[in-house]
């Protein structure tokens, strides 16, 4: 069986560690995807996670990828390898899975997108990580355990690191954030929809700089 190679493992440390919150971003109307991103970015968000539940979010991963050179911008909620080459084809810099499939998994082995697999169980972990993945999104990650449930894994897992996200909010990231095996946290909290549909990108901007002061109170 073949594995993951060191650089698909570096790389998707690399995007994990370059921001302690990752928005979860679905785009309804293409127009409001670089506004949008770009407000997230100003914010200090450096890393950003836009969907593909909605027909917008391949288009919406390419004006953004253009917009926002500096920004790691990736694709979620990406549930079949004719996704995720899709993604890549967007310009897709990491992909975010809800789950594991063996075809996944054996596919995110070979692309320059390094992939961040979704698990809420240790089976699902363990599937993974014998194929050589370290790097984990946890979800849905409030409705599976939680904190308690990261604090578990570490017991039998210290070099697994998570990205929990679902059910999270912006008074209980830091409770995830500190544990020593969470290194990010996503959040569709960063992206409420009155905003997005009132444009209000200001007010977005001071949630995402709001949330990031809060970690450091």
Known sequence: ??????????????????????????VNQLET???????????GLRVLEITLRTPAGLAAI???REALPDAWV????????????????????FVITPGVTD?????????????????STVSELMMAYCQGYRSFK????????????????????????FCP?????RHTAAEYLALPNVVTVGGTWLTPRELIEAKDWDAISAEAAGSLADLQS
């Open 1 to 26: 069986m073949s594995e993951l190679s060191k650089f698909h493992r570096e790389r998707v440390k690399e995007v994990m560690a370059a921001s302690p919150l990752i928005p979860v971003i679905t």
């Open 74 to 93: 990736g694709a979620g909620t990406v549930t079949s390898v004719r996704l995720y080459r899709e993604a890549e084809a967007a310009g897709s810099q």
């Open 138 to 161: 946890f979800f849905p990650a409030a409705v599976s355990g939680g904190v308690e449930a990261l604090r578990a894994f570490g017991g039998p897992f210290p070099d697994v690191d």
């Open 165 to 169: 996200t679902g059910g999270i909010r």
């Open 33 to 43: 995807a670089v506004p949008l991103c770009r407000a997230l970015y100003e914010g």
């Open 62 to 64: 390419g004006a953004v």
């Open 103 to 119: 075809r996944l998994l054996e596919w995110g082995m070979t692309t320059e997108a390094p992939l961040l697999p979704g698990i």
